[in-house]
């Protein structure tokens, strides 16, 4: 263990893309930061706004997946200062928690002399946070296909590849909380066969389509019918922004994560304009107070700063 400072830097993500629920990730220019150093007593310091209510004992997640990780490198688990902002809300879809994960597994390792790699630290991601899209994308930036291992303490098939060129994101974030869990338990525990192979060949199109560029068969290849369904009813307006957005701007449109954020991507000044509009007749309709970025995917995944004390 070293008298270091890290400091991390993690890109925010959105899962499933529509129909690859689980599976599929892309990471955002968004970012939150974690830093930590070995201390005489463990502290937790919060910045921001975006992080007010969250535990600042040994209870924080960044804590506790830490001092997993020293734990399982064999070493003494020692005592932290931890201090981490986010420009990510929670709760929104927008993948907080594995970004918190990933920063706090990156920022231990370091700190642990890194005694797992990259690849093994997305497992443990996976394994924590129970699917790899979130993490995936927050590890490695760009977008990543992924599926859980066969056995728990494998690695994690993935492949990683660059979104297209001129690929543009409005990210509508609902004024509401959604808990990933609650987005969870309105899914149905079967499927029938022909929704199942709905999905795969949506989730194969995209995929294909995403690696090609071909932003025009996007908006065919979005649709799902595993997830985005049975949470229209915990989303207000996501139903009708789905099924019109392509009419209005967007080549493709989809429930962020668990939601309740929504995304329309699209390409152009004019688009722009015109979903925008488009949003805010349908939010407005449905009484939901909401804010908007338009956000670039992140190429990068989680970038590390070392500071010598
Ligand atoms: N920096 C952080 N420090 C501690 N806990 C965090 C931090 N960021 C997120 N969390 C935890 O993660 C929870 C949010 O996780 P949740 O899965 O519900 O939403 P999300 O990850 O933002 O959305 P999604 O998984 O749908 O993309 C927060 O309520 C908090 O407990
Ligand atoms: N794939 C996950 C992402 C949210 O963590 C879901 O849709 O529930």
Do not use: W
Request: aromatic share 6%; proline share 6%.
């Amino acid at each position: 263990m070293s008298g270091q400072r890290v400091k991390v830097t993690i890109p925010a993500s959105t899962a499933n893309l529509g129909p690859g629920f689980d599976a599929l990730g892309m990471a955002f220019q968004l970012y939150s930061v974690v830093e930590m150093e070995i201390s005489e007593r463990t502290t937790v310091e919060l910045v921001g706004k975006e992080l007010e209510g969250i535990p600042k004992d040994k209870s924080n997640l960044l804590y506790q997946v830490a001092a997993d990780l020293f734990a399982e490198a064999g070493l003494a688990v020692p005592e932290l200062a931890i201090r981490a902002s986010s420009d990510a809300p929670l709760t929104r879809g927008l993948g907080s928690s594995a970004a918190a994960i990933v920063g706090a597994l990156v920022a231990a390792n370091q700190l642990a002399g890194e005694p797992f790699t990259r690849d093994e630290l997305f497992a443990k991601a996976t394994a924590m946070e129970g699917h790899p899209d979130n993490v995936g994308a927050s590890m490695f930036g760009g977008i990543i296909v992924a599926t859980m291992p066969e056995k728990a303490g494998e690695p994690v098939p993935y492949v990683r590849f660059s979104p297209p060129a001129g690929l543009q994101t409005l990210v509508v974030i609902p004024d509401f909380m959604l808990e990933t869990q609650k987005a969870r338990n309105v899914l149905p525990q079967v499927y029938s066969k022909e929704d199942v192979v709905y999905n795969v060949g949506h989730s194969s199109l995209l995929v294909a389509a995403l690696a090609q560029g071909r932003l025009d068969l996007m908006g065919r290849a979005m649709s799902d019918r595993l997830h985005q369904p049975y949470r229209a009813k915990l989303v207000p307006g996501l139903k009708e922004i789905l099924d019109n957005a392509t009419e209005h701007g967007a080549v493709g449109a989809a429930l962020s994560g668990a939601g309740p954020t929504i995304l329309c991507f699209f390409s152009g000044a004019e688009e722009e304009r015109q979903l925008r509009a488009f949003v805010d007749s349908v939010m407005k309709g449905h009484g939901i107070t909401y804010r908007v970025m338009i956000l670039q995917p992140d190429e990068n995944g989680v970038q590390v700063e070392i500071h010598q004390r």
